[in-house]
């Protein structure tokens, strides 16, 4: 079974704060993502790593940034956390095989973070 | 634009009951995705669909994929209060997309007793 962990569940930060989520999976998955979900908003992507050390900006990457030393493990970012972060931010990961590959992303448990 | 519409966007429908959820998408794929989504908790896949006419089913749901029209179908046959969840849909664009998915707002499906 492919598991994707996140470090936390439930995280409360104050406004300035610098704040890291990780994310690890286990399945030496190529592609990683990180996404944010607000009510009525859907999910939207933030940022992703396709291979260790790379990475590329999704539709909302402002305010964030991410890191990827190693291949099991992506980073997000805040640099100075605002009151407009508050949000579910969720990571995946995907197999990066051929056209005829499944390309399906498993997700983690989410991390529920709060700025104040 | 890249765009995945589902509708309807909110159902609410009494157990027993059938019903379907579209998913269209305006970009030429033959992969598309459903996930299911619990209150407060993550996204779980459901079906995986490959190529035009692909069929799934699990329990009582069962998806399809027409991919000359670029519609997907979520179908709930006899529907049971377990069954209340968001439904996302998710379109695989093309072979360079970089293997992001493009996602569908969600359909939130509420089925009363």
């Known amino acids: 079974d492919v598991k994707v962990t996140q470090s936390s569940r439930y995280l409360v930060k104050r406004t300035g704060e610098k704040v890291f989520l990780e994310c690890v999976q286990d399945m030496d998955h190529e592609n990683m993502f990180w996404y944010r979900q607000d009510p009525g908003l859907g999910l939207r992507l933030i940022y992703f790593?396709?291979?260790?050390?790379?990475?590329e900006k999704g539709d909302i990457p402002e305010g964030y940034s991410v890191s990827r030393e190693k291949k099991e493990r992506f980073s997000l970012i805040l640099e100075s956390a605002s009151t407009n972060q508050t949000s579910m931010y969720l990571c995946?990961?995907?197999?990066?095989?051929?056209?005829?590959?499944?390309?399906?992303?498993?997700f983690g448990p989410g991390t529920r973070l709060t700025v104040l | 634009e890249l765009k995945v519409e589902q509708n309807p966007l909110f159902l609410s429908m009494q157990e027993g009951k059938n019903y379907t959820i579209y998913c269209n998408y305006s970009?030429?794929?033959?992969?598309l995705y459903w996930y299911r989504q619990d209150p407060g908790k993550s996204l779980e896949s459901l079906f995986v669909l490959l190529s035009n006419g692909a069929v799934k089913q699990e329990g009582r749901l069962m998806a399809s994929l027409d991919t000359k029209a670029r519609l997907s179908t979520l179908h709930i046959t006899a529907a049971v209060h377990d069954l209340s969840a968001t439904y996302f849909c998710a379109v695989d664009p093309s072979l360079d997309s970089n293997y992001q998915l493009i996602w569908g707002a969600g359909t939130k499906l509420i089925i009363k007793p």
């Open positions: 790593s396709y291979d260790v050390k790379m990475k």
């Open positions: 995946a990961s995907s197999l990066q095989l051929g056209p005829e590959s499944r390309n399906e992303q498993f």
């Open positions: 970009t030429t794929s033959d992969r």
